[in-house]
T-cell receptor, first 109, second 117 residues
Framework: GQNIDQPTEMTATEGAIVQINCTYQ??????LFWYQQHAGEAPTFLSY????GLEEKGRFSSFLSRSKGYSYLLLKELQMKDSASYLC??????????FGIGTKLQVIP | GAVVSQHPSRVICKSGTSVKIECRSL??????MFWYRQFPKQSLMLMAT?????????EQGVEKDKFLINHASLTLSTLTVTSAHPEDSSFYIC?????????????FGPGTRLTVT
């Protein structure tokens, strides 16, 4: 089975940087995803990590350490529209993707 | 990028009736599609894995006779909620993976909000 932990809520200021952490335990790791989900909408893909290290994509970056079972999503130059839930999800070798509870980020002026 | 569509986007039905939700991959073929359910303020919970041409694989606690899944083609999977009850009211989301040699992303449909009265 898989177990995924991430904070339930965070608040950050517009223009700032925020880091959302995710720790996981899995029997067979085959990639970690970050998704953004606005209320009432389906998740949208942000990033994918399967090897250790940092993946940067514009204002968003994602880091993975497989030995520590740890990932973070880094959001820079925060904008009000970044207020959303951020879901950490882990895929196992059977291609099954399990989602964490999600971190609700509130960006304030 | 790849697109997954769902129909309908919203449905209201009476208790005891059945509702069918369609999930289509629009520009890629998917031998495997996934059905998730999301209750308010909760994360996505995998209900079942839909396999083209074979039976779906259901997660523990999900009634296969209540949630019927048919994956008749490489671009279409359907979820039928049979004899729906108010507790089945939820946001149902499908996803599919583009199974090309260099692809890894899992694409999500826009979701179907089911309300059972």
């Amino acid at each position: 089975g898989q177990n995924i932990d991430q904070p339930t809520e965070m608040t950050a200021t517009e223009g700032a940087i925020v880091q959302i952490n995710c720790t996981y335990q899995t029997s067979g790791f085959n990639g970690l995803f970050w998704y953004q989900q606005h209320a009432g909408e389906a998740p949208t893909f942000l990033s994918y990590n399967v090897l250790d290290g940092l993946e940067e994509k514009g204002r968003f970056s994602s880091f993975l350490s497989r030995s520590k079972g740890y990932s973070y999503l880094l959001l820079k130059e925060l904008q009000m529209k970044d207020s959303a839930s951020y879901l950490c999800a882990v895929r196992d070798r059977g291609q099954k993707v399990t989602f964490g509870i999600g971190t609700k980020l509130q960006v304030i002026p | 990028g790849a697109v997954v569509s769902q129909h309908p986007s919203r449905v209201i039905c009476k208790s005891g009736t059945s509702v069918k939700i369609e999930c289509r991959s629009l520009d890629f073929q998917a031998t495997t599609m996934f059905w998730y359910r999301q209750f308010p303020k909760q994360s996505l919970m995998l209900m079942a894995t839909s396999n083209e041409g074979s039976k779906a694989t259901y997660e523990q606690g999900v009634e296969k006779d209540k949630f019927l899944i048919n994956h008749a083609s490489l671009t279409l999977s359907t979820l039928t909620v049979t004899s729906a009850h108010p507790e089945d009211s939820s946001f149902y989301i499908c996803s599919a993976r583009d199974e090309g040699p260099t692809s890894y992303e899992q694409y999500f449909g826009p979701g179907t909000r089911l309300t059972v009265t």
